[in-house]
């Protein structure tokens, strides 16, 4: 398990890593972040494309993604904003196809490293504390290079943290390999039954259906705060805000690693998406910055347990053939969603940036009934398959 975490730690640092430093690069090369804008963009946008390919993908060929994943990062930090947009779009869409698995095809190994029951919630206790470990951690690390040694070496630091990890994966356990290697009737089979797996069985569907529902929130968050912090006279505070909400997700994730006595993850869902809708419409409608921070810290504890829960549902509902599949594809949606809310709150970025604020906790709470609709529907019905 170390090993793993080690190994997810490295190339989650790369992943995280990416916005701030393309939009570094481009702003000290072009003089404008917009190129940075557009090369993320490409770098999002073919993850719930590539999802359900890359994990019908054999876990062998992981370190080869990654390396692929590493190699993009490096070319990306001598191309952005020399050369043509075009070709600096299209090395970003290659990297960032192997996004899946940074984002949900290491998670699906957990399974296999720790036995169903309290050692297993731990162990997505833990994953998930990675996650939240390298989103504190990236930003701020290409931050320290790029003041020290410039934007461009700062990605190259990114590119060394995921080429590592893609070698550090041929230590890591993995499932047996099948009897034959897989045809591309296999390959196109599997890649449909893990899109339908996430759609009949009920508990992946319901937090699928409301993980996705609130990332169109997530996506814009960081603007928005931004965008908060502007307005109400507290210069700078965006950053600081995020940072808050990020070590409070840390805590929540590593607490939620230590339980003795696990909460089911389906009410985990549930009540970490309605305490952090809670906080963040606290926030918008707090007179001052200062009442901001506790607020961002509270959210951030209630979000931090949201990842480790559905990585179990995932691990616990996924058939086991097709675990990869429903990892990866959960994931490109959640991404997607984001992009999407990202998108959304750049269109809607004159409105006062407390409704924007509020917008994406009336998600949180949206996606909170929505999850207790479908789950209770489950339960009601007694299936577990649609």
Known sequence: MSRYLTTAFLARMAEEGM???LALLALHRTGSAAQGAF???AWMAPHVLAAPLVGALPARWYGAA????ATAIATLAATVGHAPLPLTAAIAVAGGSCGPVVAGGLSSLVAGLAPAGRDRTRAYGLDATVYNAASVAAPAAVGVLTALTGPARAMLALAVSAATAALLTAALPRPPAPARPPSRAGVTAAMTAGTTALWRVPQLRAVTAATSLAFLGVGGLTTTTVLLAEERAFPGGGSLLMTVFALGALAGALATARLRRPVPPARLVTVALAGTGVALGAAALAPSPVLCLPLYAFAGLCDGPLLSATLRIRADHAPDHLRAQVFTLGAGLKITAAACGAALVGLLAALPA????MWA????VAAAALHTGLTRHTTRTGSTTA
């Open 19 to 21: 916005a701030v430093a």
């Open 39 to 41: 090369v993320l963009t």
């Open 66 to 69: 990654l390396g692929i994943f």
């Open 354 to 357: 407390a409704l924007l604020l």
């Open 361 to 364: 906790a009336l998600l949180h």
